[in-house]
């Protein structure tokens, strides 16, 4: 099994920034795909971001793209979600995710695709 413990989330105004964080604990895979996925209140999940482990190749849902950024710490075995220009339209529960093979094609935008998910960690930006 794996845990995934996120932090990071709060409270921030329009054009402001958060970094939120992803640790992970218990069994480990080698070739694996962590992410982000958010949901907003009365809307559906969606893809945030997505980073392989071993060549830490990126993806973005659009409405994200050069104001996001994922990363990884090896060693630290925790993913970043560096967030900027942070709009009203980012509120959302913010969740981990985690993939025990490799992932392929649409594979990285896909919520069925994860097998582990953090608890969540709420996202409010004020306008």
């Known amino acids: 099994q794996v845990q995934l413990v996120e932090s990071g989330g709060g409270l921030v105004q329009a054009g402001g920034s958060l970094r939120l964080s992803c640790a992970a604990s218990?069994?480990?895979?080698?070739?694996?795909?962590r992410g982000w996925f958010r949901q907003a209140p009365g809307k559906e999940r969606e893809f945030v971001a997505a980073?392989?482990?071993?060549?830490?190749?990126?993806y973005y849902a659009d409405s994200v793209k050069g104001r996001f950024t994922i990363s990884r710490d090896n060693a630290k075995n925790t993913v970043y979600l560096q967030m900027n220009s942070l709009k009203p339209e980012d509120t959302a529960l913010y969740y981990c995710?985690?993939?025990?093979?490799?992932?392929?094609?649409?594979?990285?935008?896909?919520?069925?695709?994860?097998?582990?998910w953090g608890q969540g960690t709420q996202v409010t930006v004020s306008s």
């Open positions: 995710v985690a993939s025990s093979t490799m992932l392929y094609g649409g594979g990285y935008y896909t919520g069925s695709q994860y097998e582990y």
């Open positions: 218990g069994r480990t895979f080698s070739r694996h795909v």
């Open positions: 980073i392989t482990w071993f060549g830490g190749s990126t």
